[in-house]
Each structure stands twice: as structure tokens, then as C-alpha cells.
């Protein structure tokens, strides 16, 4: 899995962090930020198969904010 580029994005988190992905965002007034991701074809197909995601936080031991996976766009 990988992040992609889209149009909304208004940022890009990590940029300058070579042990990171950069990670292209939008964030909006109320802290909201939102990324999207590409599958590969062989994630897809054990998406498919499995019907499970994993989902790792680093939250280098501070509280652990509210996470959500969706397929939909969020935006309209």
C-alpha cells in the first residue's frame, strides 16, 4: 500500500523525513486530516480473499486519536 497524490490534497506530511513516506494530506480548520492510499494488485487480491485490513498508529506512547478506514471519498 502506498500514499497517492489527489486533488484535494492541501500538504504534504513528512516531506523531509527519509525514514517516512511523505505522505500527501488534506487538512482541514477542526485538525481533520485526511490521505488516501493505492493497493497493489497482490494486496487487493488478499483484500479480496481475506476480507481484512490492519491498521498500525505510531503514537510514540501519547493518546491515541481517532481513526477511521473508509472506501468512500469523503469529499463531495
Known sequence: MKPIKFKEA????AKNQPEYLPLPAW????GTVISCWQLNWKERIKLF???RI???VLTF???LQPQRL???RPFK
Open 49 to 51: 480473499i481475506h476480507g
Open 61 to 63: 506512547n501519547q493518546p
Open 70 to 72: 473508509d472506501v468512500d
Open 54 to 56: 490492519w491498521l498500525k
Open 27 to 30: 487538512k482541514g480548520n477542526d
Open 10 to 13: 492541501n500538504l504534504i506530511l
